[in-house]
């Protein structure tokens, strides 16, 4: 009974030390992951006009909240800044991946 026990304390004990490890090492995996996104399309907002970076060639595309499609403009160069004429609402915004929620007041 006494050896039960210990084997069970042991075991607690081990995985109290490899957790911290583990932890480390998705950290790490994160920070690389988000190495490799340098490159992919940002999409920032400024009252109604949107700025997008590294995407020459994509398109923008601008949805409603009930899934409709609004909008859709051709990016031409690696950084283009697009003014939205569009009534005041939520609208998703898309660039290849990269989706934004953005509010037009």
């Known amino acids: ?28 995996e994160m ?8 490159q992919a399309p940002t999409i920032s907002v400024e009252g109604n006009t949107v700025s997008v970076q590294n995407a020459s060639g ?6 409603s909240l009930t899934g409709r499609a609004v909008a859709s403009y051709k990016i031409e160069g690696p950084a283009q800044r697009i003014e939205l004429n569009l009534p005041k609402g939520c609208y998703i915004l898309k660039v ?8 037009v007041r």
């Open 58 to 63: 994509m398109n923008l595309e601008v949805v």
């Open 1 to 28: 009974m006494i050896k039960k026990k210990l084997f069970i304390l042991a075991g607690i004990a081990l995985l109290s030390f490899t957790t911290p490890a583990l932890a480390a090492n998705m950290v790490m």
């Open 31 to 38: 920070g690389v992951a988000e190495q490799v996104d340098e």
């Open 96 to 103: 290849g991946k990269v989706v934004r929620k953005v509010t």
